[in-house]
Antibody, heavy 119, light 107 residues
Framework: EVQLVESGGGLVKPGGSLRLSCAASGFTFSSYTMNWVRQAPGKGLEWVSSISFSSSYIYYADSVKGRFTISRDNAKNSLYLQMNSLRAEDTAVYYC????????????WGHGTLVTVSS | DIQMTQSPSTLSASVGDRVTVTCRASQTISSSLAWYQQKPGKAPNLLIYKASSLESGVPSRFSGSGSGTEFTLTISSLQPDDFATYYCQQYNSSPFTFGQGTKLEIK
């Protein structure tokens, strides 16, 4: 069974940093492009970042470019999101999601981890 | 960036109704369009990909159509479990943008 479990969320002050993790199991993690997608409270879905299976291709939304860094450790079946210079507008549930069908379609999602940026 | 616009934003319907949600892209995206269902407090669930391909395990009452810039999600006969929020998403090019969502409510 495919499982994605996020961790690392919490309360952080504006300008602070946080590192999210996503532990994957039930599939060959090293063969899949992975993503972070977020959802602000009461709002819609926003794609944040993607990383290819070998980390060769990395993409970011303009809203996080230069502040967030996506990475992965295939030996540990883990995906990460390093978030720096956090702003109030980064407050959201952050989901880890797997790409499907060789494209940026998200077939499995984690349960999400809440990041709250507030003083 | 490609903007995705869904209509309506809210839809009230009854069990057994046939409902359609529309998604328009600001530029052509071929058939690179997915639909997701999300229930409160839960992660989204993939329903349709490549505009009209049904994801494994998704009931056949869900269907998708369209190409280019206009797409539709149709539920042929609403069931109580279908009341949720639906999102379209384009994956033709980065950034991979979502529509603003359509909330399907019980009439």
């Amino acid at each position: 069974e495919v499982q994605l479990v996020e961790s690392g969320g919490g309360l952080v002050k504006p300008g602070g940093s946080l590192r999210l993790s996503c532990a994957a199991s039930g599939f060959t993690f090293s063969s899949y492009t992975m993503n972070w997608v977020r959802q602000a409270p009461g709002k819609g879905l926003e794609w944040v970042s993607s990383i290819s299976f070998s980390s060769s291709y990395i993409y970011y939304a303009d809203s996080v470019k230069g502040r967030f860094t996506i990475s992965r450790d295939n030996a540990k079946n883990s995906l990460y999101l390093q978030m720096n210079s956090l702003r109030a507008e980064d407050t959201a549930v952050y989901y880890c999601a797997r790409c499907a069908y060789g494209d940026y379609v998200f077939d499995y999602w984690g349960h999400g981890t809440l990041v709250t940026v507030s003083s | 960036d490609i903007q995705m616009t869904q209509s309506p934003s809210t839809l009230s319907a009854s069990v057994g109704d046939r409902v359609t949600v529309t998604c328009r892209a600001s530029q052509t995206i071929s058939s690179s369009l997915a639909w997701y269902q999300q229930k409160p407090g839960k992660a989204p669930n993939l329903l349709i990909y490549k505009a009209s391909s049904l994801e494994s395990g998704v009931p056949s009452r869900f269907s998708g159509s369209g190409s280019g810039t206009e797409f539709t999600l149709t539920i042929s006969s609403l069931q109580p479990d279908d009341f949720a929020t639906y999102y379209c998403q384009q994956y033709n090019s980065s950034p991979f943008t979502f529509g603003q969502g359509t909330k399907l409510e019980i009439k």
